[in-house]
């Protein structure tokens, strides 16, 4: 029996959804891992187990924290498969969980083919209405790279297409940031739709084969400085950069007590409503506030909005305690039951 006093394990992952891609003929891509571990404390064993014949899972089963390896069978016929990874783990409040496999097998074509669309910022899979997105594929454009220009905007409405490309969300115009041969940026359509939804690439007139892609309410994560794990991060009042300053040039480390602005996407309706597609004016509220936590401790949320003169922008305002942990500690977000993909950090100095 569980001692009432300590609360049951609860099984954490660090991809929820997988997607994986290939074309008839070819030989079936790598496997993806899953981190797997006990969001609260003590021990966690676990057993995975899969509901397709195309899928397998390696190890079947281990002792928290660990990871497995998700494989996808190649030689087969082109369609959209689904199918789901179920970690259980006896007492757990969530178990099983389960982690939802996507597996596309397109024909070969001379046109676009998407081979994923994650959000822009985690680049996970999971997007929402507004949100930033991230396609990739071959022939998704006939540019080397373009990005909107300000002609682009008319009566300040974002671009539909660029360079002749173009994408659909769940049958709506999405809004283009960015085209080139093998990515597009996208801002997702307004789209009260929660599920899977098809998303489609038209370059020159040529269709792509629809990719599935999970729409969601929220599908918060913060952007990063690349190639690194830091949250890209502002400090108020004086919008100094905040990293590792050994890691990422120009930035300066953060200190108890500091007031800093994330930079994030995919936060969620805001209250007024703000479409998708236009530059936001005034500073829209979010609807639901998140709860952030740093080095696994919640922290005080001073005000989460979309940033003014952008699209899909949010800035999340919170405040480091005095005895934040210090070093590369991690930062989490929860949107309405929704967390941010692990893996993401801030840096803070003595």
Excluded at 65 to 77: D, I, R, Y
Excluded at 130 to 141: C, D, E, F, H, Q
Excluded at 200 to 209: I, L, R
Excluded at 266 to 282: D, E
Aim: glycine share 10%; charged share 5%.
């Amino acid at each position: 029996m569980v001692n009432s006093a300590t609360p049951p394990p609860l099984i954490t992952v660090s991809h929820p959804q997988l997607q994986f891609s290939y074309l008839v003929g070819a030989a079936a891509p790598a496997a993806q891992p899953i981190a797997i571990s006990n969001g609260r404390s003590g021990g966690l064993n676990w057993t995975a187990t899969t509901n397709a014949s195309w899928l397998t899972v390696s190890p079947a089963s281990g002792t928290a924290p660990s990871t497995v390896q998700v494989s996808v069978a190649g030689g087969l016929a082109a369609n959209t498969y689904t199918g789901t990874v179920a970690i259980a783990s006896t007492g757990a409040s969530n178990t099983p969980l389960t982690v939802v496999v996507t597996l596309v097998v397109s024909a070969a074509s001379t046109g676009p083919v998407i081979t994923s669309v994650v959000n822009g910022a985690s680049f996970q899979p999971g997007i929402e209405s507004g949100s930033w997105v991230t396609i990739k594929g071959t022939n998704l454009a006939n540019s080397a790279g373009q990005i909107w220009a300000a002609s682009d905007f008319v009566n300040g409405n974002l671009p539909t297409s660029l360079a002749n490309a173009s994408v659909t969300i769940d049958g709506k115009p999405a809004y283009t940031y960015y085209v080139s041969t093998n990515q597009i940026n996208v801002q997702a359509p307004t789209d009260a739709t929660v599920g899977t939804v098809n998303v489609v690439v038209t370059n020159n007139g040529a269709p792509s084969q629809p990719f599935p892609a999970t729409l969601q309410a929220s599908s918060p994560a913060f952007f990063e400085y690349s190639p690194s794990t830091y949250a890209i991060a502002t400090r108020y009042p004086d919008n100094a950069l905040i990293g590792n300053p050994s890691a990422v040039s120009g930035t300066v480390a953060a200190k108890g007590g500091d007031i800093l602005i994330l930079w994030a996407t995919g936060f969620g309706a805001t209250s007024p409503a703000t479409s998708a597609g236009i530059v936001v004016s005034g500073a829209p509220a979010v609807a639901t506030m998140p709860t952030i936590t740093v080095g696994g401790t919640a922290v005080p949320v001073i005000s989460a909005v979309l940033s003014p003169g952008s699209a899909g922008l949010y800035q999340i305002a919170i405040q480091l305690p005095p005895n934040v942990p210090t070093g590369t500690v991690a930062v989490q977000a929860s949107v309405a039951g929704v967390q941010s993909p692990g893996g993401v950090d801030l840096f803070v100095g003595n």
